[in-house]
């Protein structure tokens, strides 16, 4: 999941260097939210591991 965010946000800077607005708007958005459901996910993963150790 994290790999697609960083390909979105490349897409979103590329996009924002050739003036499409438009599309890099929405590319970086969409990586905002895959990172932010890869953070979650990786949290939750955290503190699962954590509490399967005790």
């Not at 939210?33 to 150790?53: E, H, N, P, S, T």
Request: zero cysteines.
């Amino acid at each position: 999941m994290l790999h697609y965010s960083v390909v979105f946000m490349v897409i979103a800077l590329i996009a924002a260097v050739f003036g499409f607005g438009g599309i890099a708007a929405g590319a970086a958005d969409i990586a905002k939210i895959l990172f932010m459901i890869f953070a979650a996910m990786a949290i939750v993963g955290f503190l699962v591991g954590m509490l399967k150790r005790k």
